[in-house]
């Protein structure tokens, strides 16, 4: 298989919402059911994301995934508690992955993207987003501590060291 990685545009748009409701709805169906909820959603923050240059799409044909990609400090990861991170250098921090579903492998492709570009890594997710912890720490990340999101809610906090 032969992913791409590229920014995304405005055309784009339809698609990456279409990706944010069935990552939405995978969440519902493993135990995930507050997260990207009312308030919390994703998409207030995508058009913004691409007028800044930070939203990107993995495809082959189609777009079957889409993440936001933020190069330097993070007002999120401020604060840490409950734990600390493991390296105050410079780092890039990986924002609201979603994925269609179809193409397997996904966090592996933006990460490596990512890490190439800034190996240097941090990224949070909800409590109950087992299945995005798993793939964090299956492919390195180490949970460092709780961070708060801007409407206050906590997120587990992951960093990948090079």
Known sequence: MSCTIRKATPRDLPRIREIYEMARQFMRKNGNHSQWGKGDEPEALIEGDICQGNLYVLEEADIHAVFAFII??????????????????PYAAVHRVASDGTVQGVLGHVMDYCSAQVPHLRIDTHTDN??????????????????????????????LLP
């Open 130 to 159: 087992k299945v995005m912890q798993h793939v964090l720490e299956k492919y390195g990340f180490v949970s460092c501590g709780i961070v708060h999101v801007p409407d206050g809610s906590p997120r587990i906090a992951y960093e």
């Open 72 to 89: 330097g400090e993070d007002p999120t990861y401020l604060e840490i508690e409950e734990g600390s991170w493991k390296s105050e250098e």
